[in-house]
């Protein structure tokens, strides 16, 4: 089992940033490939990020291409999603997901989930 949780999101002005955190435990966080998610009110879930275990290989949804970067620490079995130039449109909740497989990641099938944290972005 790997157990997920969120931090970081909150409510900014439209240009601002947040940096978004997921912290991981359980099972070796090295061997998963990490992504996020997010779902607006009334929409569905969609893909933002994902990034490999090794952290060589990045994929974004169009839509935040430029603006958006993630990362991670194996070390502090942590992922990160820098959220820069923010829009309204970006407010929903953030998913952090992880799984063995890159794929099951970007597919949004992966095997473990946190319970999300909000942002919510102003104009």
């Known amino acids: 089992q790997v157990q997920l949780v969120e931090s970081g999101g909150g409510l900014v002005q439209a240009g601002g940033s947040l940096r978004l955190s997921c912290a991981a435990s359980?099972?070796?966080?090295?061997?998963?490939?990490m992504g996020w998610f997010r779902q607006a009110p009334g929409k569905e879930r969609e893909f933002v990020a994902s990034?490999?275990?090794?952290?060589?290989?990045?994929y974004y949804t169009d839509s935040v291409k430029g603006r958006f970067t993630i990362s991670r620490d194996n070390a502090k079995n942590t992922v990160y999603l820098q959220m820069n130039s923010l829009k309204p449109e970006d407010t929903a909740l953030y998913y952090c997901v992880a799984d063995a497989v890159i794929w099951a990641v970007r597919r949004g099938t992966g095997d473990y989930w946190g319970q999300g944290t909000q942002v919510t972005v102003s104009s």
């Open positions: 359980g099972r070796t966080f090295s061997n998963y490939a």
């Open positions: 990034i490999t275990w090794r952290g060589d290989s990045t």
